[in-house]
T-cell receptor, first 112, second 117 residues
Framework: ELKVEQNPLFLSMQEGKNYTIYCNYS?????LYWYRQDPGKSLESLFV?????AVKQEGRLMASLDTKARLSTLHITAAVHDLSATYFC????????????FGTGTLLAVQP | DTAVSQTPKYLVTQMGNDKSIKCEQN?????MYWYKQDSKKFLKIMFS???????INETVPNRFSPKSPDKAHLNLHINSLELGDSAVYFC????????????????FGQGTRLTVV
């Protein structure tokens, strides 16, 4: 059964600093998604990573995928308060229905 | 204009009641989902329908019953509500049943916060 783990679960960082969130998954998959969730809100799609070595960037966020290591990273550059949210990675299980399995989430709090 | 819309946004009800949550998508997608997010923000898929056909039916109590009258709608009916059913329920849709194929991604509704007292 596919398991998706993120670390850290909680990240408090200062504005202007850099940090990385890690997403590990247990079985082979070549489709990985990153979502953002603000408190009390829906999930917003950030990145879709479709192949080994894929790298995508949007503003201060950059996501990458290493399918051999079963690892994706979400790198935050020069954090700002507006990035405070919970970030989820999600992986398709590749089974008959290709379910989307979510990671545990990382709560990011950017302090001034 | 909302792509995936759920009603109601908040639902407070007593134990033992029966309630429904409605979901509609105007994206022309073929597949719709129900996810449950618990108090620790863990997201777990419950059901999925593709063109009105049930394709994912996770291990959830049979008090939960999805219904899809057409491919743009997926409702969730819950019988005999229990305290443990309190959570946020998210509806989502994707263009293709194979999430991940052809760059298919899932789009989520705003969630329904269910509180059972």
């Amino acid at each position: 059964e596919l398991k998706v783990e993120q670390n850290p679960l909680f990240l408090s960082m200062q504005e202007g600093k850099n940090y990385t969130i890690y997403c590990n998954y247990s079985t082979t998959s070549d489709r990985l998604y990153w979502y953002r969730q603000d408190p009390g809100k829906s999930l917003e799609s950030l990145f879709v990573l479709l192949s080994n070595g894929a790298v995508k960037q949007e503003g201060r966020l950059m996501a990458s995928l290493d399918t051999k290591a079963r690892l994706s990273t979400l790198h935050i550059t020069a954090a700002v308060h507006d990035l405070s949210a919970t970030y989820f990675c999600a992986v398709t299980d590749g089974g008959a229905t290709n379910k989307l399995i979510f990671g545990t989430g990382t709560l990011l709090a950017v302090q001034p | 204009d909302t792509a995936v819309s759920q009603t109601p946004k908040y639902l407070v009800t007593q134990m033992g009641n029966d309630k429904s949550i409605k979901c509609e998508q105007n994206l022309g997608h073929d597949t719709m989902y129900w996810y449950k997010q618990d108090s620790k923000k863990f997201l777990k898929i419950m059901f999925s329908y593709n063109n009105k056909e049930l394709i994912i039916n996770e291990t959830v109590p049979n008090r939960f019953s999805p219904k899809s009258p057409d491919k743009a709608h997926l409702n969730l009916h819950i019988n005999s509500l229990e305290l443990g059913d309190s959570a946020v329920y998210f509806c989502a849709s994707s263009q293709d049943r194979w999430v991940g194929r052809k760059n298919t991604e899932a789009f989520f509704g705003q969630g329904t916060r269910l509180t059972v007292v």
